[in-house]
Each structure stands twice: as C-alpha cells, then as structure tokens.
C-alpha cells in the first residue's frame, strides 16, 4: 500500500489551462507539503500544511493555490500555467513538523508537469 | 537564508569501493539533517536523520555524521553496490521548522 501518493504521474496542458494534481497519505500524519523540483534537479519547498492550516507560503504565485480538504489530503491547484511551471512536483508528509525530534519525510512519487 | 551545497555533485565508482559524500550548510541553528535517495522517475526515500543533539546514525551499510558547529555532514557508503546507483541528497530543517532546505544532490554511479 503505498504511503502517499499523487495523480497523476504525467500532466502535459497547454499554456493558460488551469489544472489540479492530487496527493492523499494513508500514514495518518499532521504535516503535508508541497515541494518543486525544477530542470536543474533543485528541490524547493512551496507549501507547507499542518492539521489542514497553511504554515508556509514561500513565495509561490498567487497562480498556485492548495487546498486541504482534510489531514490526509493536499491537493495542488495551478491557475493560468506559464511554461516556467514545467517541473516535477512533489507531495510529501510527515507526522510532525521537521522540527520534531525524528521526523522524517515521507514523498510521494511525483507529477511531472509539462507546459507546452 | 540557509544554503545547503553538496560535494561532489558526481560520482563513479566500481563496486566495492567505499565512498563518503559530503553535504555543508550555512546556518548552524538546525533542528536537524537528514539524507535522502532520489532513484530517476521515482520521490525520495529518507535514508537517515540525525538530531541537532546527534553526532551520527548508522543504517546497514550507510552512515552519517553530523558536525553542527562547522556545518557540515557526511554520509559514508561502505562496500558499494551497482544498486547503490541513485542520487543522494541532503536536507536540513529551515528556520522555520516547517519545511527542509535541500542541497543539489550527489549523483551516484557504481559500475559492476
């Protein structure tokens, strides 16, 4: 049974569509996040969520909205997609914050997105 | 900010070899480092954290260390594996405590 996982795995759209890439954890964990990894295989964090509240926002566009539905999901909106949005996104979870004593991060397998 | 550079970002190997990658950050004040794998296509699988308060951990053939006051981190691999072959990347805990700064990675290539 897989820990967290998101669909889809591939998203090729056009530039101006808007789209969605889902990401659910069967770990029972508090904190979800986003993360994005661009072309040069640099990994970056965009949102962070705990108990379903925004925690961290760093400094994506407005064009990029999550939402929690519940604990166990965080889905990833993406308005208006530029070309610059083509990456690998990844969910991931954690039972608490990084700043925990042994938290480690679980990710899922990724959405790589394509913008053409 | 928190910068996190690893060291070499590219590695061959034959196998059998130990091998010892190296991570530094720049800001001291981290909750703690962990170091994850990257196989292509796939996400990231933990390998090893270790605490602010630890100096290293250990896991079958894997071993981290941890030297805080000079920022930097080491995860040694004994007795390499063509399965070994994977992307390593380290991480430490931001400011915030919310989220992990990662370094670029270190591409690893062990040949039979």
């Known amino acids: 049974d897989t820990a967290v996982s998101q669909t889809p795995k591939y998203l090729v759209t056009q530039m101006g569509n808007d789209k969605s890439i889902k990401c659910e954890q069967n770990l029972g964990h508090d904190t979800m996040y986003w993360y994005k990894q661009d072309s040069k295989k640099f990994l970056k964090i965009m949102f962070s969520?705990?108990?379903?509240?925004?925690?961290i926002n760093e400094t994506v566009p407005n064009r990029f909205s999550p939402k929690s539905p519940d604990k166990a999901h965080l889905n990833l909106h993406i308005n208006s997609l530029e070309l610059g949005d083509s990456a690998v996104y990844f969910c991931?979870?954690?039972?608490?914050?990084?700043?925990?004593?042994?938290?480690?991060?679980?990710f899922g397998s990724g959405t790589q997105l394509s913008v053409l | 900010k928190q910068e996190v550079t690893q060291i070499p970002a590219a590695l061959s190997v034959p196998e059998g070899e130990n091998l010892v990658l190296n991570c530094s950050f720049t800001?001291?004040?981290?909750?703690?480092l962990q170091w994850f794998r990257q196989d292509p296509g796939k996400g990231l699988t933990s390998l090893l954290l270790?605490?602010?308060?630890?100096r290293e951990q250990t896991s079958g053939r894997l071993n981290a260390s941890l030297d805080k006051s000079s920022g930097r981190s080491t995860l040694y691999i004994a007795a390499s594996q063509p399965g070994d072959s994977a992307t390593y990347l380290c991480?430490?805990?931001?400011?915030?405590?919310?989220?992990?700064?990662f370094g670029k990675g270190t591409s690893l290539l062990v040949t039979p």
């Open positions: 991931a979870s954690s039972q608490d914050p990084p700043m925990g004593t042994n938290e480690k991060l679980f």
């Open positions: 800001d001291s004040a981290i909750y703690n």
């Open positions: 991480a430490v805990s931001s400011n915030s405590g919310y989220a992990l700064n």
């Open positions: 270790i605490q602010s308060s630890q």
């Open positions: 969520y705990n108990n379903k509240e925004l925690i």
